[in-house]
């Protein structure tokens, strides 16, 4: 008995319960030009075949579980790059600490260098 399956413009399409079962029904037609493909509507787990090549281009779409190990792969690479970005930002800020510290050092010595030629020029024109 076949069933049918009311797909989204109101047509009714045969649809098989396995990929098998619409695979061996395509190779006993004898047509090469049909494609077998599983069904985008409602439950989604039956097959239908079609004379339109399917738009993955013979490939399945991954599965979810394909997928969700992809996106934890991706989050983990995500961690690891803001992990290193945090490092790089605290090693930055220790960075300019240092050089801040050195231009104060910098600065007070200049300011030392200069009372003390302010004194040697004061004694000089008092002498």
Known sequence: MQQLCGIENG???VSYRSRAAAEKKRRQSGQESLHVYLCPFGDRNH???SH???LWKGE???S???LRRHIEAIGRNIRAQQRRLEQAEKQREAEQEK???KA???QSDYNETVRAVEAMVGRLVRA
């Open 64 to 66: 979810a579980k394909t």
């Open 99 to 101: 050089a801040r510290r």
């Open 52 to 54: 339109e090549a399917p």
């Open 104 to 106: 104060e050092q910098v």
């Open 11 to 13: 047509k009714h399409k």
């Open 47 to 49: 097959w239908h075949l």
């Open 60 to 62: 399945q779409p991954p």
